[in-house]
Nanobody
Framework: QVQLVESGGGLVQPGGSLRLSCAAS????????MGWYRQAPGNQREWVAS???????NYADSVKGRFTISRDNAKNTEYLQMNSLKPEDTAIYYC??????????WGQGTQVTVSS
């Protein structure tokens, strides 16, 4: 059994910052790509960013230059540093991890609200 537990969401004013964390635990043999999606009310789930085991990163155009994804392979944990937040970043953020032996697993989601 593998679990992904997210933390770090909350309410922030426009222009502010938040840092999300996602820790994988359980019977983990190895993790390939890790990343984040988000889903705003009434919208489809949208891919945000991903990071490979070697640290290569990719970002959606909507967050490029504002968000930074990183991971600590020793801790099976990934992070999403979100700066210059905008109201349109408001969504539930879901982390995922592509596990060697189990495929993709998802976190439970954490709410990010950007509002004054």
């Amino acid at each position: 059994q593998v679990q992904l537990v997210e933390s770090g969401g909350g309410l922030v004013q426009p222009g502010g910052s938040l840092r999300l964390s996602c820790a994988a635990s359980g019977s983990i043999l190895g993790i390939n790509t890790m990343g984040w999606y988000r889903q705003a009310p009434g919208n489809q789930r949208e891919w945000v960013a991903s990071v490979t085991t070697g640290g290569s990163t990719n970002y959606a155009d909507s967050v490029k230059g504002r968000f930074t994804i990183s991971r600590d392979n020793a801790k099976n944990t990934e992070y999403l540093q979100m700066n210059s937040l905008k109201p349109e970043d408001t969504a539930i953020y879901y982390c995922y991890a592509n596990l060697w032996h189990l495929g993709v697993r998802w976190g439970q989601g954490t709410q990010v609200t950007v509002s004054s």
